[in-house]
């Protein structure tokens, strides 16, 4: 089993949708939890942290159920701009700054 | 501020041939990583230095060698590249894991590495 286990998609979905993406670790140790963006043929970029009492940033919403072990993305009013791969990362740190990431969820949002 | 630089961008190696990927970063972050990442498997550890003077296995450190330079510099030697070795590399760095457990790792644009 992966540590890091995502929908791989592709979520095809209009401008304007409502789209949610869901993620589940397997290590209970997990301390914490990120959701990174990474456009095509480029590098990945931090989207937002995931705190336990769950966030918002803008039209993103990340939500953490430690006793489940699942993280989720909501993303509100999709843009064309949004079309990437969405990467769970889950970070512990055992003598260093270990982040596992997952293979990644694929939108794209159409006109 | 350039954050994490990678060079080459783009490399095409014959099997056996070898080579480094150069990576620093300017942010006077401790932590350096080297990822590789494939089609269908997320990215990868391959080894990491927690600290200047210190490196460690990753995930996938068979067929790499790694040198911790200095605080800015994380090198990634092929000693004789196969084909199994065709990805992309990304060079990642970040401070150590805080105790309010967020710690953002910045990736350099990565490298392109074929090997025919």
């Known amino acids: 089993r992966k540590e890091v286990e995502q929908d791989p998609g592709p979520f095809n979905v209009p401008e304007g949708a409502t789209v949610a993406f869901n993620c589940t670790y397997s290590n209970s140790a997990s301390q914490s939890f990120f959701w990174y963006r990474q456009d095509c043929r480029k590098e990945p970029k931090l989207l937002m942290s995931?705190?336990?009492s769950g966030n918002e940033d803008g039209r993103f919403t990340a939500q953490l159920n430690r006793a489940s072990q699942y993280i989720s993305l909501l993303i509100r009013d999709s843009k064309l701009s949004d079309s990437a791969t969405y990467l769970c990362v889950v970070g512990f740190s055992g003598g260093y700054n270990k982040l596992i990431f997952g293979a990644g969820t694929r939108l794209a949002v159409h006109p | 501020n350039a954050g994490v630089t990678q060079t080459p961008k783009f490399q095409v190696l014959k099997t056996g041939q070898s080579m480094t990927l150069q990576c620093a970063q300017d942010?006077?972050?401790?932590?350096m990583y080297w990822y590789r990442q494939d089609p269908g498997m997320g990215l990868r550890l391959i080894y990491y230095s927690a600290s200047e003077g210190t490196t460690d296995k990753g995930e996938v450190p068979n067929g790499y060698n790694v040198s911790r330079l200095n605080k800015r510099e994380f090198s990634l030697r092929l000693e004789s590249a196969a084909p199994s070795q065709t990805s992309v590399y990304f060079c990642a760095s970040s401070e150590a894991l805080s105790t309010q457990g967020r710690t953002e790792a910045f990736f350099g644009q990565g490298t392109r590495l074929t090997v025919v």
């Open positions: 995931v705190y336990s």
């Open positions: 942010m006077n972050h401790n932590s």
